[in-house]
């Protein structure tokens, strides 16, 4: 299966930073778009940020806007999400997805899909 792996996430002070990594194992990430949702405690999995296959065209969630920056390094198969003056609303477990296209709304992948494991990310005091 294509499957993707998280990974930096932990426990954060509100106003601090974090940076997640997203790869893959066995196959180049460069063919896809990804995007990156967040699944807070008691709700759906819900659209974060999205960045197309080259790179040049990113979308973000309004909750994360000019706080969250993604990006990707084709050359080292990697997705990032750099993660900003962080609030306690941002606390979740936090997935990157190959998505059909990357668009404003950044929808899910359609089900079934494989998620990976997540990244907890959690800001507290």
């Known amino acids: 299966q294509l499957q993707l792996v998280e990974s930096g996430g932990g426990l954060v002070q509100p106003g601090g930073s974090l940076r997640l990594s997203c790869t893959a194992s066995?196959?180049?990430?460069?063919?896809?778009?990804v995007g990156w949702f967040r699944r807070a405690p008691g709700n759906e999995r819900e659209g974060i940020s999205c960045?197309?296959?080259?790179?040049?065209?990113?979308h973000y969630d309004d909750s994360v806007w000019g706080r969250f920056f993604i990006s990707r390094d084709n050359a080292q198969n990697m997705i990032y999400l750099q993660m900003n003056r962080l609030k306690p609303e941002d606390t979740g477990v936090y997935y990157c997805a190959r998505i059909g296209a990357c668009s404003a709304g950044i929808a899910r992948p359609p089900e079934p899909y494989s998620w990976g494991q997540g990244t907890q990310v959690t800001v507290s005091e």
């Open positions: 960045i197309n296959r080259s790179g040049d065209i990113t």
């Open positions: 066995g196959f180049d990430l460069d063919y896809y778009h």
